[in-house]
């Protein structure tokens, strides 16, 4: 026993709680290819595009979540002007993205995504078609098929929210 004087105490105890809670990370990737008939879309027209000439791409949205499950996962890119949605889609985890033809912007949510998918498991992925036929203008430039990619989910662990990006 110790003796605190001061205060005429015999025993001093001391209790202290400490809670930490560490949030998790999400990853998107954004990838455009041509030729991936293994994804199960054929994509067509003539690659390099040619002026006027209808060209398909498919993009693939891959996403990683590494350390708590997340849920209400929402990704979204916008399609630039003259990008078209084709509407053929494979993958996406059992969620379809979705197209507003209004704001050209492609959605995909997802309602829940477990933890270390894409790092101990596959990740979870989406791939979607669009169409691009370039003008004159084009002509030896970059020609850029999607938006950035934007990626928000709810981390259910910490109870924050999640950014990414591509």
Do not use: C
Request: charged share 20%; proline share 5%.
């Amino acid at each position: 026993e110790t003796a605190v004087p001061e205060l005429g105490l015999q025993k001093l105890v001391s209790v202290a709680k400490l809670e930490t809670k560490v949030a998790g990370k999400v990853t998107v990737e954004a990838k455009g290819y041509f030729r991936d008939a293994a994804s199960g879309i054929l994509n067509g027209g003539d690659f390099p595009p040619k002026v006027n000439q209808a060209t398909q791409f498919t993009i693939h949205w891959i996403l990683r979540n590494y350390a708590s499950d997340v849920d209400g996962a929402r990704l979204t890119a916008n399609l630039p002007p003259g990008v078209k949605w084709t509407g053929k889609i494979k993958g996406g985890g059992g969620a379809d993205p979705s197209f507003d033809q209004e704001t050209s912007q492609v959605v995909w949510m997802l309602d829940k995504v477990a933890a270390t998918r894409g790092i101990i498991s596959e990740p979870v992925e989406v791939i979607f078609q669009v169409e691009v036929i370039p003008g004159g203008g084009q002509v030896g430039q970059i020609l850029d098929l999607l938006g950035e990619t934007k990626l928000a989910a709810h981390d259910t662990f910490a109870d924050v929210t999640l950014l990414a990006s591509d």
